[in-house]
């Protein structure tokens, strides 16, 4: 009985460490779930702040956090801001300069360059 308790420990130890589509499938999936939550939380603090010329800061950021957490968060990072900007273009009428700067932002921060780049004078530093 101590033998086949053992051995069943070993097998969920050893599945459970092994590389298998469903691992990662749901590392994929909570990564996601992560990036969606990197996002909000760099659009949250985009609208405490309310800075002039900080937009692109919380853009880059937001896609940042959100790709440093894997290919999940990467993917959820494209999703929100090709959605946003989407939006952004053909509702709120802002323009086509302002939805491309926007998508570089967006860009630098997924591919891991310092979201400080876009970051403006004065912004405080809790952010």
């Not at 996601?32 to 939550?37: I, M, P, Q």
């Not at 909000?40 to 950021?61: I, L, Q, S, V």
Request: aromatic share 10%; charged share 30%.
């Amino acid at each position: 009985m101590r033998l086949c308790v053992c051995f069943v420990l070993l097998s969920i130890i050893l599945c459970a460490s092994a590389d298998s589509p469903l691992a990662r499938g749901g590392k994929f999936v909570l990564d996601a779930l992560g990036g969606a939550r990197d996002m909000y939380r760099a659009y949250r603090d985009m609208r405490e702040a309310n800075y002039k010329g900080a937009d692109k800061y919380f853009h880059a950021r937001g896609n940042y956090d959100a790709a440093k957490r894997g290919p999940g968060g990467a993917w959820a990072a494209r999703v929100i801001s090709d959605a946003r900007e989407k939006w952004q273009s053909d509702v709120s009428g802002r323009g086509a300069e302002d939805t491309r700067a926007d998508q570089e932002a967006n860009r630098w921060g997924r591919s891991g360059g310092d979201p400080n780049r876009y970051r403006p004078a004065g912004l405080p530093s809790k952010y």
